[in-house]
């Protein structure tokens, strides 16, 4: 009989550095892209939020246990839906990028802090600190574009530059993108940072020999 303390190929790190490189490619695309309409800004959350739900479904069978892998499917299938509306192309308006990425950082948020919280409580630590911080951090991009007006235009001229527009959506892009640079550099650090080795369980001598 194989002991349940067996360490696993995959371990917590990898789930963290594989979220970090994804959302570190969505804030470059954001960033140094100059357009911030809509269909940009939507195209690049679909391919943030299907990689994102196929880390975590793949986490929810390679890292996480049984009684551990609740919170992980949920956050796959929130992401995974997500990025499956956003990715029509008919779809890509103003209107659905604020309903799809504002219901999607609500959602995925509570289930992401709850879930960190529940583990606290049950005693496990790895990924908690985690789950706590970026469930605040979903939620608070689900607030802030809650409060950016949708309909907003502001014409501006730059000297030597020329004359442009700021709109409500150029706006909520950049927050994504924000958001997205934010969950990169934490998850990085906390996946390179080092950590203490987990105490191994002992193992009975009839466990042993079974």
């Given amino acids: 009989m194989t002991s349940s303390s067996t360490p696993r190929a995959f371990d917590v790190r990898h789930l963290q550095l594989a979220r970090a490189a994804f959302a570190a490619l969505a804030a470059i695309m954001v960033t140094f892209s100059s357009d911030h309409s809509a269909p940009l800004g939507l195209g690049v959350f679909s391919g943030f939020a299907l990689a994102t739900g196929l ?3 793949l ?4 890292v996480f246990r049984r009684e551990e892998r609740m919170i992980p499917v949920l956050l796959a299938s929130v992401s995974i839906l997500a990025g499956l509306v956003s990715s029509v192309g008919a779809w890509r308006t103003t ?3 604020f309903g799809v990425v504002i219901a999607w950082a609500l ?17 496990r630590t790895a990924g908690v600190r985690d789950g706590v911080l970026i469930g605040i951090l979903s939620l608070v991009l689900a607030a802030v574009l809650l409060l950016t007006p949708m309909q907003y235009t ?19 892009v950049g927050l994504f993108g924000g958001y997205a640079a934010v969950v ?10 080092p ?13 042993a020999a079974s």
Avoid: C, H, N
């Fill in 95 to 97: 209107g659905v990028f």
């Fill in 195 to 207: 950590r203490r080795p987990e105490p191994v369980a002992a193992v009975s001598p009839e466990e």
């Fill in 154 to 172: 502001l014409d501006y001229d730059i000297t030597g530059a020329g004359s442009f527009t700021l709109t409500g959506i150029t706006i909520a």
């Fill in 59 to 62: 986490a929810a069978w390679l």
């Fill in 55 to 57: 880390v975590f479904a």
């Fill in 107 to 123: 959602v995925s948020g509570l289930i992401e802090l709850l879930g960190a919280l529940r583990d606290r409580k049950a005693g």
């Fill in 184 to 193: 990169a550099v934490f998850l990085a650090i906390a996946g390179f940072s």
